[in-house]
C-alpha cells in the first residue's frame, strides 16, 4: 500500500487513577499514535508498549516507527523487519488495516468480518488494599453501567471473587492473576469454582503452560492465558499441548491481523478466545472493538469506554447499558483529537519530510 503521509505522535498521558497489578503501578500512559494517509483516507494505530508485556519500550517503539518511516521508499511501509510481539509492529498493523478499510469505503468491524453490531463492555479493576475499597471500585463500575468486569488479584483470588460477588450477584467477573500463583495455591484456586466466576487469567507465571493446562482440567472455572500468548508462534506451540479453555490475544501486542490468525486456529481446536487489553486509549480500544465482534471472541474482552482511564479522550468510544456498538464509520470509525490542553508531552515526526 503507497502512502501520502505517516505521522507519528507520542503522547504521556495521565489516567484518572493509579493502576496497580503484580508488575507495579502506572499513574501516566505512554502511548504513540501512527497515522497513514492515501489522499483524505486515514488510518490510525497505536503502540502502547507495557513492561513486561510487549517486547519493545516505549523509546524503543518510537525508535522503531520512526526507523520504519526513514527507510520507506516511495511512501511504501514495510512492516515485516519488525519484530512479533511488538507494540511498533502492532501499531503500524493496526493504522495499515484501518487505513486499508477506509480506502474501501467500509468501517473496520467490515474488514475484520465482524458478526455483531455491539460487544459487551468491560471495566478492569485494578489491585486494591483492602475489600472495601475493591467494593467501592467495583461499584463505580457497576453504576457506570459496566456488567463484566475484570478484577487484578495477587493473592487469596477465591476470596476476592467471593467478596464481590456476595454485594454484585448478577455481574460477570474475571480474575487476572498476571502469573502471580504457583501450583502450590491449587487449592485457593479451587475455591473460585463456587463463586461462578467467567475465567482466571494467567494464573501461572510464563513457562508453566502445561501446569496451566493441568489446572484448567481440574477447575471449573475457565483458565486463560494471556502473557503466554505473545507471539503467532506461542499460539501454535499452546494449542499443540495440553489444552487450555481460553486465549486472551491483544492487538496492542500481536496486532489485529495476527490476531485474527490466532483466532482461526483457536477455533479449530476448539478453544475460546477473548480480545485482552494494555491500557490503550480510545483508538486502540475501538479497534480491539471491532475484533471482539467477529467470530471465535466468545468471552468478554478489556473493553471499556474510552474515558473509563483517561481523563483526556483522543476519541470517543461510549459504553451504554453494558454494551460498546462497534463504530461504523469508514476506517478506524471515529474522530481523533490531540488536546494539546490536556497532554502531558508530545512529540511528532512526519513522513515524508517537506
Request: aromatic share 4%; glycine share 6%; charged share 25%.
Given at each position: 500500500m503507497k502512502l501520502d503521509a505517516f505521522d507519528l505522535v507520542r503522547?504521556?498521558?495521565?489516567?484518572?487513577?493509579?493502576?496497580?497489578?503484580?508488575?507495579?503501578?502506572?499513574?501516566?500512559r505512554p502511548v504513540i499514535l501512527v497515522r497513514a494517509a492515501i489522499g483524505d483516507r486515514v488510518g490510525w494505530g497505536e503502540a502502547?508498549?507495557?513492561?513486561?508485556?510487549?517486547?519493545?519500550?516505549?523509546?524503543?517503539?518510537?525508535?522503531?516507527?520512526?526507523a520504519t518511516a526513514e527507510r520507506s521508499t516511495n511512501g511504501y511501509v514495510d512492516i515485516d523487519p519488525i519484530a512479533d510481539g511488538s507494540s511498533s509492529r502492532a501499531a503500524l498493523d493496526g493504522a495499515l488495516m484501518t487505513l486499508r478499510s477506509a480506502v474501501e469505503g467500509k468501517p473496520l468491524g467490515h474488514t475484520l468480518g465482524a458478526t455483531s453490531l455491539s460487544v459487551r463492555a468491560s471495566a478492569s479493576i485494578g489491585l486494591q488494599p483492602d475489600a472495601p475499597s475493591l467494593l467501592s471500585s467495583v461499584g463505580l463500575a457497576v453504576d457506570a453501567g459496566y456488567?463484566?468486569?475484570?478484577?487484578?488479584?495477587?493473592?487469596?483470588?477465591?476470596a476476592v471473587a467471593s467478596v464481590i460477588r456476595k454485594h454484585f450477584p448478577d455481574i460477570a467477573i474475571g480474575l487476572d492473576a498476571n502469573g502471580a500463583f504457583t501450583p502450590d495455591d491449587m487449592s485457593e484456586l479451587r475455591a473460585l469454582d463456587v463463586s461462578s466466576i467467567a475465567f482466571v487469567e494467567q494464573p501461572y507465571p510464563v513457562g508453566m503452560e502445561r501446569e496451566t493446562a493441568e489446572l484448567a482440567a481440574v477447575l471449573q472455572t475457565p483458565v486463560a492465558l494471556d502473557e503466554s500468548i505473545r507471539s503467532l508462534t506461542d499460539v501454535t506451540k499452546v494449542l499443540s499441548g495440553p489444552p487450555v479453555d481460553v486465549l486472551t490475544v491483544k492487538p496492542a501486542r500481536l496486532g489485529v491481523t495476527d490476531c485474527l490468525r490466532a483466532r482461526d486456529l483457536a477455533v479449530a481446536d476448539g478453544v475460546s478466545l477473548r480480545v485482552g487489553g494494555m491500557?490503550?486509549?480510545?483508538?486502540?480500544?475501538?479497534?480491539?472493538?471491532?475484533?471482539?465482534a467477529c467470530e471465535g471472541f466468545t468471552v468478554f474482552g478489556d473493553l471499556s469506554a474510552s474515558g473509563w482511564h483517561f481523563p483526556t479522550e483522543l476519541t470517543r468510544l461510549e459504553q451504554q447499558s453494558g454494551l460498546i456498538e462497534v463504530p461504523t464509520g469508514e476506517g478506524l470509525g471515529l474522530d481523533v483529537t490531540?488536546?494539546?490542553?490536556?497532554?502531558?508531552?508530545?512529540?511528532s515526526y512526519t513522513w515524508p519530510q517537506q
Open positions: 503522547l504521556d498521558l495521565p489516567l484518572r487513577q493509579p493502576f496497580r497489578t503484580v508488575d507495579g503501578e502506572t499513574a501516566t502502547a508498549p507495557y513492561p513486561g508485556h510487549t517486547s519493545d519500550s516505549i523509546d524503543e517503539a518510537w525508535h522503531i516507527l520512526v456488567r463484566c468486569l475484570k478484577v487484578k488479584v495477587a493473592h487469596q483470588p477465591s491500557l490503550e486509549t480510545g483508538v486502540g480500544r475501538a479497534i480491539g472493538a471491532a475484533l471482539a490531540i488536546d494539546e490542553s490536556r497532554v502531558v508531552d508530545r512529540a
